[in-house]
């Protein structure tokens, strides 16, 4: 099947910094990726929709200016989390779908980020 | 918007027994989405079913969607320390976009 790749796996930073979360489609180009965040002990949530070179689209209560998406290709979208603080700590996780299976319904996610604000 | 209702929420079982785990939807369902996930690691994909009526296995794992598509099951036969993990199901809403709903996960322990 498709893969997709995240990098960092794990990251820990200063509150007050930025991160920036990769998200790749390896063999397959994606022209819509998902960013989503999970709460501990609650399900995976939406956070935005990201699309290939358009501004993305928030979820209600998702900080735009916070939360910092760039979809600058086929293969590639970008998470920025700007001037994180300890309640940004969670795990992201970023999916993409093929659209070339269209048919299948068929959606890929990435091994996830793990992000700890100190 | 629609809902995944996921029972139970934890599940402790033997090794070698069966158990089944169920997602609930409060709307139609367009594709249903069974995965397997360990704490903090992404996602594995088990299953897709889109078709009311629609029954699909691999290995020891079957999954069922039902006439209405509203409901869906995880059966999982034989159990053994290795399906521990949280399984959760997705649906696909419909909307052009593409995006998936989860429910909120099934903790299953499993007792050597």
């Known amino acids: 099947g498709a893969v997709v790749s995240q990098h960092p796996s794990r990251v820990i930073c200063k509150s007050g910094t930025s991160v920036k979360i990769e998200c790749r489609s390896l063999d397959f180009q994606a022209t819509t990726m998902f960013w989503y965040r999970q709460f501990p002990k609650k399900s995976l949530m939406l956070m935005a929709t990201s699309n290939e070179g358009s501004k993305a689209t928030y979820e209600q209560g998702v900080e735009k200016d916070k939360f910092l998406i760039n979809h600058a290709s086929l293969t590639l979208s970008t998470l920025t989390v700007t001037s994180a603080h300890p309640e940004d700590s969670s795990f992201y996780i970023c999916?993409?779908?093929?659209?070339?299976?269209?048919?299948?319904?068929?959606?890929?996610f990435g091994p996830g980020t793990r992000l700890t604000v100190t | 918007s629609q809902e995944l209702e996921q029972s139970p929420q934890s599940l402790i079982v033997q090794e070698g027994k069966n158990l089944t785990i169920n997602c609930t939807s409060s709307?139609?369902?367009?594709?249903l989405y069974w995965y397997k996930q360990k704490y903090g690691e992404g996602l594995i994909f088990l299953m897709m079913?889109?078709?009311?009526?629609e029954e699909k296995s691999h290995e020891k794992i079957t999954a069922k969607l039902d006439e209405k598509k509203q409901q869906s099951s995880l059966h999982i036969t034989a159990s053994q320390p290795s399906h521990a993990g949280i399984y959760l199901c997705g649906a696909d809403e419909g909307g052009s976009q593409g995006n998936l709903i989860f429910g909120k996960g099934t903790k299953l322990s499993v007792k050597p």
């Open positions: 999916s993409a779908r093929d659209w070339g299976f269209r048919d299948t319904y068929e959606q890929y």
């Open positions: 079913l889109q078709k009311g009526g």
């Open positions: 709307k139609t369902l367009y594709g």
